[in-house]
């Protein structure tokens, strides 16, 4: 999940916007009589919004410094031998401060025409991969599978979903191209 610069402002907006309803229902049930609430509000609300959007750009900014340095990272585990899955791979990739790292990937084929970049590597055979979920074992420390196998394969997948369940772990299906 990419949050943008756009998210960030929308959501401090709608903060800001039910802090200063709030404060203008305190201010009104205080004192009725009150004649400048709009100016004060407003004088609130500005800066309320600054600080707001001040503090959650160097949340980020901390944030993208904490990950680049390795920490907080999430473990992405691929299954399936298709290129849509190189495409997903360059997304979570391209910016370290996303906090992604790719243990490598399961299939019955080695993905083939990798650019050099890229260090995937297999790390054995679906039918490998499918033995140790249904013996129930650990398919490494991950937090994310994303699956590219075709449609017919609906048992398998749901196999793999069912695991994810069990383990608390993300399932993605990535349509095969």
């Known amino acids: 999940l990419v949050i943008s610069v756009g998210d960030i ?3 401090v907006i709608r ?3 039910m802090t200063v309803l709030m404060a203008y229902l305190m201010m009104k049930g205080i004192s009725l009589s009150q004649t400048r ?3 004060q509000l407003m004088e609130v609300g500005t800066a309320f919004f600054l600080l707001l959007l001040i503090s959650r750009y160097f949340e980020r900014m901390m944030i993208k410094h904490y990950r680049q340095k390795g920490r907080n990272i999430r473990m992405a585990l691929f299954v399936g031998s298709d ?3 190189l495409n997903i791979y360059n997304r979570l990739i391209d910016d370290a401060s996303k906090g992604y790292k790719v243990m490598g990937y ?3 084929k ?3 025409d990798m650019p050099d970049d890229v260090q995937l590597k297999q790390l054995g055979s679906l039918d490998e991969f499918m033995d140790r979920i249904r013996q129930q074992e650990d398919v490494g420390a991950c937090d994310e599978i994303y699956v590219c196998l075709s449609r017919k394969d609906r048992k398998t997948i749901r196999e793999i979903s069912d695991y994810c369940d069990q383990k608390v772990v993300r399932f ?3 349509p095969v191209s």
């Open 9 to 11: 402002i929308k959501r």
């Open 15 to 17: 903060l800001d916007a």
């Open 37 to 39: 609430v709009g100016t």
């Open 83 to 85: 290129p849509e899955l």
């Open 106 to 108: 399961y299939a019955n």
């Open 110 to 112: 080695e993905m083939t």
């Open 172 to 174: 993605y299906y990535v």
